[in-house]
Nanobody, 127 residues
Framework: QVQLVESGGGLVQAGGSLRLSCAAS????????MGWFRQAPGKKREFVAV????????SYADSLKGRFTISRDNAKSTTYLQMNSLKPEDTAVYFC????????????????????WGQGTQVTVSS
């Protein structure tokens, strides 16, 4: 079992940057691939990015490539999402999630691949 707590959300102007953090506690952090998802008002939750247990494999939603970067620090049991050149359409609640079922370099991009979820952090981008 792992507990996930996101932080770093807030209000930012279009073109700005934010870095989200997801701190994990419980089972060994390197046991999990870590993903970020987001849910905008009135929309379904969607995949943002994922990083493998090793940190060597990443995947991004096509629309976000080049602006968002996922990383992890296994020593700190934390995963990060660096978001640059933010747009109003990036406004959403951002969730981190942990996947215990992948091999060391594997990742999945679908919600049902994840066992544990954080409570989310709000990101609002003003125009």
């Amino acid at each position: 079992q792992v507990q996930l707590v996101e932080s770093g959300g807030g209000l930012v102007q279009a073109g700005g940057s934010l870095r989200l953090s997801c701190a994990a506690s419980g089972r060994t952090f390197s046991s999990y691939a870590m993903g970020w998802f987001r849910q905008a008002p009135g929309k379904k939750r969607e995949f943002v990015a994922v990083i493998s247990r090793s940190g060597g494999t990443t995947s991004y939603a096509d629309s976000l490539k080049g602006r968002f970067t996922i990383s992890r620090d296994n020593a700190k049991s934390t995963t990060y999402l660096q978001m640059n050149s933010l747009k109003p359409e990036d406004t959403a609640v951002y969730f981190c999630a942990a996947d215990s079922r992948r091999l060391y370099t594997e990742v999945v991009t679908t919600e049902r691949g994840y066992d544990y979820w954080g409570q989310g952090t709000q990101v609002t981008v003003s125009s």
